[in-house]
């Protein structure tokens, strides 16, 4: 059964938990860039051209359940444009593994998107309502409600799939600094899916994403 917490995030979808990108970097938890978690020992690649993908961040949070969900996108920009709905095989890919720190060195075939910064995930705020444009611009964040999509007819299969909103990444939030020295998502955000299971959490197994701007 879902906690309070886990109801109030992805049922209820009232609340949020906002992320930011903090001005220092952290060896374990939630965290962008850098060396990648220790826990990833197969490297996931580019379907289109056989590159190492980029790591691109790593989420740790008990709303999400035990383990952690670290994300991933093809350093190719044509590849990473196709990723506009869910593909198969993917171009965005995200990991659910067990939860440590990053690995002792930086190894020639982990390449990162970003230098490495903590991401401080903050208390349970109550979120935005997308369809209001009175609200403020939307942030990155864990549950809630996902952000106005241009396209709705993908997001409509995942769900009809079984799949639910897990977070998105809003490349807006980047802070400004030769750490974050450019946008992969064309100045968008990143929706995280995963499917629902019977006790009302997610299969973090299943994650499918996808971005827009």
């Avoid at 590159?51 to 383990?67: F, H, I, R, V």
Wanted: with cysteine.
């Amino acid at each position: 059964m879902t906690n309070d917490l886990e109801r109030t995030l992805f049922v209820q979808r009232a609340q949020c938990l906002p992320l930011t990108i903090a001005d220092h970097d952290a060896e374990a938890g939630s965290r962008v860039g850098g060396r990648p978690p220790a826990a990833v020992k197969r490297w996931p690649r580019c379907p289109v051209t056989g590159a190492p993908m980029l790591y691109l961040l790593t989420l740790e949070s008990d709303a999400l359940g035990p383990g952690a969900l670290s994300l991933f996108c093809s350093p190719d920009a044509g590849a990473r444009a196709a990723a506009r709905r869910p593909l198969d095989p993917p171009t965005i890919v995200g990991l659910h593994h067990e939860r440590s720190p990053r690995v002792a060195t930086a190894e020639s075939d982990a390449p990162s998107a970003f230098g490495g910064r903590a991401l401080l995930v903050g208390a349970p705020a109550d979120d935005v309502d997308p369809d209001e444009p009175s609200e403020p611009f939307p942030c990155s964040k864990i549950g809630g409600k996902p952000s106005t999509f241009q396209s709705e007819a993908h997001v409509e299969a995942l769900e009809q799939g079984g799949h639910g909103f897990v977070a998105q990444w809003v490349e807006f939030d980047y802070p400004k600094d030769d750490d974050f020295p450019k946008f992969y998502f064309g100045a968008g955000a990143l929706f995280v899916y995963a499917r629902l299971t019977e006790e009302g959490g997610f299969d973090l197994g299943s994650v499918r994403c996808f971005w827009e701007k």
